[in-house]
């Protein structure tokens, strides 16, 4: 989608089940099932001449770029706990592409649809970090980012002698609280 950062912003939450292992409950499973939404966004204005290929040099602007794509995502983790305080986890995930809705140009693009051009499985690999805030409330921070692509794209420059393909991938961080049951 020729958009780089982390700038948009969406819901991701569900149930987890955490199984500890072992008499001293350092190691544990865990296995979520997550509504996330995930997507990009870019204000409207010219386009920042570095996101463009080599040798385009012509300045343009454009009316902005959005991306929602809604999952249900089921992630697998091991996590390791110290001192009951802070736990990391290392996993991977599938998720199910649900709804599509894109806007280029300030123009909604209507060919994507769950039969567009997104495909409809993401496989990712996960790192995350949880903290303990207070008894059972943790904040956990999480990084993921697609195994292959979510899909390909050609693009070409203003003057259609230039193009080049771009391979697409959700690239995520989410923040988020956490209340554990039965979490000792």
Known sequence: DEVYGFRKVGFNGGP??????GKQKKWSISMEILFSMSGAYQKGGPIVQDTLPPDTTIPVSYNGYKLNLNYVSIPLMVHFTDKKIIAGGIGFAYNQLVSVKEWEDGIRQEQTTLSGPYTLADFQVLADVRFRL???LWANARYSYSILPIRTREFENITGTKSWTRKQYNNVITLRLMWIFNDP
């Open 134 to 136: 207070w008894r059972n």
């Open 16 to 21: 987890s089940i955490i199984v500890p292992l």
